[in-house]
T-cell receptor, first 111, second 112 residues
């Protein structure tokens, strides 16, 4: 079993839709959770950085962490074609820099 | 602000040839630096990380090596490339303690 599981997609939605991206994990020691957006042929760009459980909102993006279920989500409201990219979840424990990544979900938002 | 420079953006090399990929960073001092490789459908794999000049930790034993000759320079090398070394190589930095990783725009390496 992988430490972090992420559906590879692709996920195709119309412009304006609410998008839900998810990751599950097995290591209960993970405490820091990140979402990165990666455009084709570019490096990952940090979108959201959260610690422990709860919600964090930044513009159209909301990150949600449920440690009891070992489940994290990224919601994108009013999705735009420019949101078309691969979204990677990542997480780490308290005392290490080593990030464990999901394999990424490819999202396509069509006009 | 922190900036990561990686070059070249793309590289095609024959099997058995040497490799040197360079990463330089700006806007930070004494960062932790990382080399990741991204293969299709397999996510990001940590290859090396460095907490300071001359300090290298290897995560995965393989055909590659890394060096950090200066505080803001991180180099990934190979003496003889294998077909399996093909991939997208990303340099990343962590500035202050507890801050998240930031990535450069990577080098796409194809070994033929």
């Amino acid at each position: 079993q992988k430490e972090v599981e992420q559906d590879p997609g692709p996920l195709s939605v119309p412009e304006g839709a609410i998008v839900s991206l998810n990751c599950t994990y097995s290591n209960s020691a993970f405490q820091y959770f990140m979402w990165y957006r990666q455009y084709s042929r570019k490096g990952p760009e940090l979108l959201m950085y959260t610690y422990s459980s709860g919600n964090k909102e930044d513009g159209r993006f909301t990150a949600q962490v449920d440690k009891s279920s070992k489940y994290i989500s990224l919601f994108i409201r009013d999705s735009q074609p420019s949101d078309s990219a691969t979204y990677l979840c990542a997480m780490r424990t308290y005392n290490t820099d080593k990030l464990i990544f999901g394999t990424g979900t490819r999202l396509q938002v069509f006009p | 602000s922190q900036t990561i420079h990686q070059w070249p953006a793309t590289l095609v090399q024959p099997v058995g040839s040497p490799l040197s990929l360079e990463c330089t960073v700006e806007g930070t001092s004494n960062p932790n630096l990382y080399w990741y490789r991204q293969a299709a459908g397999r996510g990001l794999q940590l290859l090396f990380y460095s907490v300071g000049i001359g300090q290298i930790s290897s995560e995965v034993p393989q055909n590659l090596s890394a060096s950090r000759p200066q505080d803001r320079q991180f180099i990934l090398s190979s003496k003889k490339l294998l077909l399996s070394d093909s991939g997208f190589y990303l340099c990343a930095l962590r500035g202050t303690e507890g801050s998240p990783l930031h990535f450069g725009n990577g080098t796409r390496l194809t070994v033929t």
